[in-house]
């Protein structure tokens, strides 16, 4: 595991807003030349904590939609059941996120669609394909109150405290 200092940090938190941000401004807003300051960002890079850097789409522009989280349950629990079920997602672009989970549901998918009928013709689908898919327990999204944000970096890449 890379260790990581408060300048390290400093960085991971400001491309997480801004990833678009030049190295020059990068370098003076973590008090750094750029030089040094592009060495941490490969490293941060080499070192796999930036999976990646991408566009925050308003969706409300692009026209009406809709997102629903699904709570899943399969009709089996062996290793193929998972696995059919995890591949067969690929076929859907609908299922924007889906985890894993432990306790009463097997998954939680995050579904963004035009709207409930198109939700509900993707749901069909998926029965009809038959990928595993036994309950499942929808939640539409009424609005949005708190969207994805920055993880608290110092708290997780801290010294462990028991």
């Known amino acids: 595991m890379i260790q990581l200092d408060d300048r390290d940090l400093e960085i991971l ?3 997480s807003q801004d990833g678009r941000i030049t190295k020059a401004e990068l370098a003076r807003r973590i008090n750094l030349t750029p030089t040094p300051a592009w060495e941490r960002l490969k490293r ?3 070192a796999g904590l930036i999976a ?3 566009a925050e789409i308003a969706l409300k522009a692009l026209g009406p939609h809709v997102t629903v989280f699904v709570a ?3 009709s089996g629990h062996t ?3 998972f696995t059919r079920f995890e591949g067969g997602l ?3 672009p609908e299922v924007t996120a889906c985890w894993a989970l432990g306790g009463g549901f097997d998954y939680l998918m995050q579904v963004v669609t035009r709207d409930i009928d198109s939700y509900q013709r993707l749901i069909d689908r998926m029965l009809e394909n038959r990928i595993g898919l036994s309950r499942y327990y929808t939640y539409i999204v009424t609005k949005p109150v708190k969207g994805p944000g920055l993880p608290p970096l110092g708290l997780l ?3 462990q405290k028991d």
Do not use: F, K, T
Request: aromatic fraction near 10%.
């Open 72 to 74: 899943v349950e399969l």
């Open 52 to 54: 990646g850097y991408r």
């Open 13 to 15: 938190r400001i491309l």
């Open 79 to 81: 290793v193929e059941d």
């Open 157 to 159: 890449a801290g010294p």
């Open 44 to 46: 941060l890079e080499q």
């Open 90 to 92: 690929n076929a859907y």
